[in-house]
Every structure is written in C-alpha cells, then in structure tokens.
C-alpha cells in the first residue's frame, strides 16, 4: 500500500454514483478502480488488490453482501465500506454481520464517506503493525477511531478541535462511562500545552480531609501524617491540562480554595504562606448538571461561572445506537489480541441484543460485556449465550378504548382538542418508529 494515498475500488451498478465517488475520491489523490457488478467486481480485486472497497449493498446479480462473504472465502483482508439505503435494524445488523469495516447511507454526505475512507486506510496500515506489536502498545490516533463515527460524534469532535486551541477552561457532561476522560484527554492532544503534563484526579475517590493536601500539596508536618513534603496536583500539572473529573463530589470549602486558586494562578501548600505560580488549563467533568447542583446549594455559582468558558455535553450510548456495532467490533478485535483469539464475528440474535440493549453504563459497559464474550466464546463466533445480558423488554401496550360501558375519551370536548390530541399522539408514534 502507498503510504501517501490508496487505491480505493467503487462497485455500484448505477454510473451516477460510481462517477460521483470516482471523482470525489480521485480529488483526494486516490487511485480509483471501478466495477458495475458484484462478478466484476471480485475478479477485479484478485487482481488488482485494493486498500479499500466502497460496495453497494442492492445490486443485480451478486449483492454487496453476498460479494463481501466471496471475499471472505478467498481469504482477502480489505476494509469494505458497504453503501445502502437500509432502514431496518435488522438489515443494518446484516450489513455489520458481513464483516464490513462501516457502512454509509444514501443519500451520502460527501465529507462523511471521505472520513470514513481515510479512516479505512488508517485502520489498513495499523493492521500490517499490530501483530507485531505488544497490546499495551497499540494505541488510536483519533477520537472517532475511539467513540464512534455517528453524527452525534461528529459535533463532539468538532466542539474539541473548535475549543482546544484556545487556553478555555472546559466543562464535560456526561453519564458514567461516557467518554469524558477521553475527551479530556484529546482536548489536551490538540492544545498547544501537548508536550506538558496531563494528570487526572478523581474527586469522587478522594476523602474530603485529603482533597487539599491532592490538589495543591503540604509541607511536612502540615498535618499529623504529613511526614514530608508532597507536590499537589496542580504543581504536578503546570505547563499542561489538569483534569478535575467529578467535580460535582468537591466539597464547598474546597470549591472556594479552587476558585482563588484560577483567579490568582497561583497555589499555596498546607501548611505553608509561599505563593507558588503554576500555569494549568482547567478541564473539568461531571455526571450530573452543575447548574442544578448550583441551585440546590452544591456547587457554587462563581465556581461554576469561572468554569464554564466552554461545555461539551457527551451524547450516551443509547442516543447514538449507530456506534455500538463499529464499537462491538472494536473492542472484539482489542480483546482477540489481548487473549491471543481468533474469534471472528456476531450471531444475527447478539447484534440485535447489543443494538437494543439501554446501555446504562454506557460504553464502558459495552467493552465490559464484549471482553467477556470474547473469553467465553470457544468457537469463532459471540452468540447470545456469551454476552450475559437479556433481550429489553417490549414496552407494554397502550389502554384501547372499548365501548362496553366505557366512557368515550373524546367525550365533553370540542372537535378541535380532539384533532389537536389526535395529532399530538400520532407523531408521538411516528417518533417512536423513527427512534426504533
């Protein structure tokens, strides 16, 4: 493979599209091959040996995943990304059951499909390395290439680039599970402060008496178990990104020590009167929303205020369902190096149990439920049995009206509360489809 570009073979029987993704690709210095067939097609990269496959799904003769499971028997490593129009879970299910490396929906957007092909070859080249190299070394680039690709993905990484060359200090929203270290942690990779520390502090898992003596240090004698001098957080930090996760749990007192701290830049150790200058950005993230937490008295308002230059709210799992099969796939290739496994694929029943599941964990979850699976599984494929997690149960049916002695609903109101209600409860309905 060229290390500066890639060969990129676009099979779709309709010439419009196949002109349109030639000419988009060859704008970016790709190479490009073209088939009309899925026959064609497969003969073509025998022959030619392509670092991606942009393949139509619906197409006469031989279907995009009929021709992805050729491949599959000759034995060709390429990263397929399948193009359809698909509605249903259980098609996008098939399409991810295939082994494709991603799919992209018609109709397109064309900076969409260009990123999901450059990480295509990205994912290629790494793949030549990863065998060679030890699990803890293998390391992603990219935040998407980590989180996902959805549109909700997309926004977030836009909001990092958008804020990380500035010094703001930032708020991350987010479940548990959600990602928010990992933000943290691209936010302080893009910034100019790179080169310079990064150190986390949970201050959910640090007792109130010791949150001081973390965060700005002691001198010794300080305190009855301060038997020497220790460096805090923030000195720990200086010329890179403190991130404070958590911060909600912060006790008040050590709230106002922390404000003074970012409005002098400079801290004091316990114990000690010396103003020392520290130069840190400030990340900060939560799991529940500090405006409330403010008016409730938990938090302080100019705390709060000071903090809040920039917010990044972290989508959960279950509003953006469209990364849990890339994810799945994800973590499964990780663990398969990590246990030294082979196992390959998903059943039809466990793709849709990942896809439907709430996921009040979050993506930590997913990884959890994953890396077990893939240790369970004695064959080359995760089934419903390995993922120890059930089917969400269907919501119970809404009450009908009958008219046995049943009082009508619309009784003792005008014609038009009866269509506006009407209205109301059909696009509640068609959300729902839509949402399904």
Request: glycine fraction near 6%.
């Amino acid at each position: 493979m060229n290390e500066d570009t890639g060969r990129i073979l676009i099979v779709d029987d309709e010439d419009e599209i196949r002109w349109l993704l030639k000419h988009l690709m060859k704008q970016q210095g790709y190479e490009v091959l073209e088939a009309s067939d899925g026959t064609v097609a497969i003969d073509m990269m025998c022959r030619e040996t392509p670092d991606v496959i942009l393949l139509d799904v619906r197409m006469p003769g031989l279907t995009g995943i009929e021709v992805m499971r050729r491949l599959s028997e000759l034995g060709m490593d390429v990263p397929v990304i399948l193009i359809t129009g698909f509605a249903t879970i259980k098609e996008a299910v098939e399409v991810m059951r295939a082994g494709a490396y991603d799919y992209v929906a018609k109709p397109f957007d064309q900076l969409q499909i260009l990123q999901v092909v450059q990480r295509a070859l990205g994912e290629r080249k790494r793949k030549h390395k990863l065998q060679d190299m030890p699990a803890h070394a293998h390391t992603e680039n990219s935040l998407m290439e980590i989180m996902g690709h959805s549109e909700k993905i997309r926004n977030l990484v836009a909001d990092v680039n958008r804020v990380a060359k500035s010094d703001f200090s930032v708020i991350l929203l987010g479940e548990t599970g959600s990602g928010k270290e990992m933000v943290a942690t691209a936010i302080h990779q893009a910034s100019g402060r790179f080169s310079g520390p990064f150190v986390p502090v949970d201050c959910g898992a640090i007792p109130e008496t010791l949150i001081e003596s973390e965060l700005f240090g002691h001198e010794k004698g300080a305190f009855t178990d301060a038997h020497s001098q220790k460096l805090g957080k923030f000195e720990a930090a200086n010329g890179g990104t403190l991130f404070l996760d958590e911060i909600a749990n912060m006790p008040l007192c050590s709230q106002v020590r922390l404000l003074r701290v970012l409005q002098q830049k400079m801290v004091t150790r316990l114990g000690s009167s010396k103003l020392i200058p520290v130069d840190v950005r400030l990340i900060a993230a939560s799991n529940k929303d500090l405006q409330a937490c403010n008016a409730q008295g938990e938090f302080r308002r100019d705390l709060y205020y000071r903090l809040n230059e920039f917010t990044i709210h972290i989508p959960p799992l279950r509003e953006r369902r469209e990364d849990i099969f890339y994810l799945a796939k994800r973590f499964l290739e990780i663990t398969n190096i990590e246990l030294g496994k082979n196992v390959k694929t998903f059943s039809d029943e466990a793709l849709e149990i990942l896809y439907e599941h709430a996921w009040p964990g979050n993506v930590r979850s997913l990884k959890s439920v994953i890396r077990r699976a893939v240790l369970l599984a004695d064959e080359k494929i995760i089934t419903e049995k390995h993922l120890e997690i059930s089917r969400t149960p269907a919501p119970a049916p809404a009450p009908t009206y009958t008219s046995k002695g049943d009082e009508p609903p619309w009784k003792n109101q005008s014609l038009k509360d009866i269509i506006k209600k009407s209205n109301i409860s059909m696009e509640r309905e068609v959300i729902i489809q839509v949402l399904k």
